[in-house]
């Protein structure tokens, strides 16, 4: 069992940087399957992270960034391309009543059981870093059961029933983040991306009050949680701070130097080359000037981790993740 309390003061104290970056499907092109292979059967789940623990330096490991997994549990519709991620589709919910009969499933619905086994499979055999589970947020999750853009008005028309379904949405989350924590994982990655559709105020009413319970179960000396808010620019990370979690992620439309500015020097600010136009669309050289960049902006704060922005998608070339280790190493040897 790690001390990750103490994991988290070694990164900041640290003069060199690490990477972290959400990076799971290069892993399983390596191993020659197909991303609905990984996404539905937890042994190929996690052969794909130990060959990208055999091919990189990270500084963690995580599990795939799937935000369907919740909404499956349940009842949601899910579409499975051979080789993208999955998606939801349809709309499970469309009245109060049926959030009012939503019943919360247990943790053998879906494909949950074979996220368990990916995530215990993980912390078992990779043991010289820290290991990272994942789930989606609340907010995230209600939007995907009711529609998007429904629950976004329903908010704003009728906030009593929106929070009924928050609440279940918050406590089938709670208590698959403790059965995470069960199978042995380090700490929890929470993505919570639609909050950062939302103001300040809306993000803490509407998210951050059903994370911060979250974090208070799971989170202690052994265990800590990442909140990922992929939407956020700026304008709701205080809202992100109230969760209490001991690290933030942010993605590529957030100022790095902000979020560093708008955090506390205690915890760890994660971020945010893009995943698409940089990981994926990018050169090698391009990735190198990226990275440099970065790390030359964030260089007066030491809790930053050099992260991709959100999950890095299927098909990026092994060049230019390659050239993101490199140019991290570089950036090192000169300390």
């Not at 988290?8 to 292979?37: D, F, M, Q, Y």
Request: charge should be negative; proline fraction near 6%.
């Amino acid at each position: 069992m790690k001390k990750m309390k103490e994991w988290v003061s070694s990164v900041i104290g640290s003069p060199e940087r690490i990477a972290i970056p959400i990076l799971t499907h290069p892993g399983i092109e390596a191993i020659n399957k197909r991303v609905k292979e990984a996404v539905t059967d937890g042994n190929v789940h996690f052969a794909a992270i130990k060959k990208l623990n055999e091919l990189y330096p990270a500084g963690a490991t995580t599990v795939i960034m799937d935000l369907t997994v919740e909404a499956e549990a349940f009842g949601a519709q899910v579409v499975f391309p051979e080789d993208e991620i999955p998606t939801v589709t349809g709309r499970l919910l469309s009245s109060r009543e049926d959030i009012e009969d939503l019943q919360v499933p247990s943790l053998s619905a879906g494909r949950i059981p074979q996220y368990l086994l990916a995530n215990k499979l993980t912390a078992d055999h990779i043991t010289g870093k820290p290991v990272f589970g994942g789930c989606i947020g609340p907010f995230s999750l209600a939007g995907r059961l009711f529609d998007m853009s429904e629950i976004m008005m329903l908010c704003y028309t009728e906030p009593d029933v929106a929070k009924i379904l928050l609440s279940k949405c918050a406590e089938f989350l709670k208590n698959y983040c403790l059965e995470l924590k069960k199978q042995g994982v380090d700490g929890i990655v929470i993505a919570e991306p639609a909050a950062g559709l939302l103001s300040n105020d809306g993000c803490r009413e509407f998210s951050s009050e059903y994370i911060k319970p979250i974090v208070d179960a799971v989170q202690d000396e052994n265990f800590i949680v990442i909140l990922h808010n992929c939407g956020n620019k700026g304008h709701c990370t205080d809202a992100m701070l109230y969760t209490g979690a001991a690290g933030y992620h942010f993605g590529n439309q957030m100022d790095m130097t902000l979020a560093l500015e708008q955090c506390p020097p205690d915890v760890l600010v994660m971020g945010n080359l893009d995943p698409v136009g940089i990981f994926k669309s990018g050169t090698p050289e391009s990735m190198k000037t990226a990275v440099r960049n970065i790390l030359e902006k964030t260089a007066t704060f030491p809790n930053y981790v050099l992260s991709s922005g959100c999950d890095i998608p299927p098909h990026v070339s092994f060049d230019n993740i390659d050239a993101f280790y490199r140019t991290l190493k570089e950036y090192n040897d000169k300390k």
